[in-house]
């Protein structure tokens, strides 16, 4: 009997953790949270980043099945950290509720909300050396990297969740929707054999997907799955440690990411229910999972399309939010992305010009990476591009 998961999303809606919102979530966010967490868990430091940021893992639970997860690898990709602070706080207020019980009873949970602090504070996707932490598996070069490989290594855990955020350019599906969610079982070798391990990863996707679709259908997707050592999923599977890597995407008008918030939330549930399917379970299948369509580059934030542009004529233009860090905010800054006629994209706004001439400011050029804050026709309002005025819905 699985759990209700319209339940969850409803207490989600009312008991998510409060102190975390929208895309910038550094440590400093995150600290009095840490300072707070009850008696259910401990903290622990294992060790700092490049620029001296302390590194945690939060543990709780007492049963013999070791998960291991880690959020905010990359610094800017701070949707599951949030949904890892809503799921201590979901364990910690129904921790009397038999399904939280039994989940403590089953399992030992370790989670490193914040593997790369410094990124988060720069909102990069890179730490302070300019590395890629998901490409410094086998080098170990960063103290980061040297961080998860010791926890996995002397923790030895029997299911890994790697936690990312993806860009609002991933689409799915047929016609294509953004894609909300995204996961990958990574191959363990050139050869992207299904090895046993590999399928665990694989039905518990099912599982998600599944569990997923009833609240955005076919906005499920499934990363390709090219084998890279460089990757930290890869070696973990490599090892025989299932892995699932999970791509927090967006939501047609969610820049905050919240709704996409809840639905990590659910999944983080999801899977842990999965993987007590899978004990009594000898054969995991993989089918299911092959039959989540694979996520492509095909989406923008806007695309105009049929505008009358000086010396190219009738065409097509793409603009992208530029997520930008000002003091200590962050700004969508809106650039265009392409001129080109975009038949194979879509935007999550478009917006048609009929062909008309856009009335063009003095001095401004129609190129690609010019920053465009709004674009009028004659006796129309003026386009404004902003996160605000960007929904589908
Ligand atoms: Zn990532």
């Known amino acids: 009997m699985m759990m209700n998961y319209s339940a969850l999303k409803d207490w989600h809606n009312s008991h998510k953790e409060s102190a975390l919102f929208g895309r910038y979530i550094t440590l400093n966010t995150i600290q009095p949270l840490l300072d707070n967490l009850s008696d259910l868990f401990s903290v622990e430091t294992l060790g700092h980043s490049v620029e001296n940021r302390p590194v945690s893992k939060i543990t709780f639970g007492t049963g013999p099945i070791k ?64 590395i890629d932490l998901n490409r410094d598996a086998q080098d170990c070069s960063q103290p980061e990297s040297v961080i998860l490989k010791e926890l996995y290594t002397s923790l030895k855990p029997d299911y890994c969740l790697n936690l990312h955020g993806q860009r609002t350019i991933f689409g799915v599906g047929d016609p294509v929707k953004s894609a909300t969610v995204s996961f990958l079982s990574p191959s363990q070798d050139e050869l992207r054999t299904v090895t046993h391990s590999r399928k665990k990863g694989m039905a518990i996707i099912s599982d998600l997907n599944q ?23 890869d070696t973990l599977q490599h090892r025989n440690i299932p892995t699932i890597l999970f791509e927090a995407g967006h939501f047609p008008g969610d820049y905050d990411r919240e709704v996409t918030r809840i639905f990590m939330f659910l999944s983080l549930i999801r899977v842990f229910e999965s993987v007590l399917l899978l004990k009594s379970e000898k054969t995991p299948s993989s089918n299911p999972y092959f039959s989540i369509p694979e996520n492509k580059k095909c989406f923008f934030d806007y695309i105009i399309r049929n505008i009358e542009l000086p010396e190219i004529g009738v065409t097509d233009m793409a603009i992208q939010f530029e997520e930008t860090l000002i003091g200590n905010e962050l700004n969508f800054v809106p650039k265009i992305a392409q001129i080109a006629e975009l038949v194979d994209f879509k935007g999550h706004c478009e917006i048609d010009f009929e062909s008309k001439k856009p009335l063009i400011p ?26 605000k005025s960007n929904n589908l819905l």
């Open 67 to 130: 998960v291991l997860g880690w959020s905010q690898m990359h610094g800017n990709e701070s949707t599951t950290t949030k949904a890892l602070f809503d799921l201590f706080k979901w364990f910690d207020t129904n921790r009397g509720e038999s399904e939280v019980k039994k989940f403590l009873a089953e399992f030992t949970f370790t989670m490193v909300p914040m593997l790369n602090p410094d990124g988060a504070q720069a909102y990069t996707r890179i730490n302070a050396n300019k």
């Open 362 to 387: 003095a001095d401004f050029k129609f190129e690609i990476g010019n920053i465009i804050e709004k674009i009028q026709v004659n006796g129309k309002l003026p386009t404004t591009f902003s996160v």
């Open 211 to 233: 569990m997923l679709q009833e609240f955005i259908p076919d906005c499920v997707g499934r990363y390709d799955d090219g084998f890279n050592m460089n990757c930290v999923g």
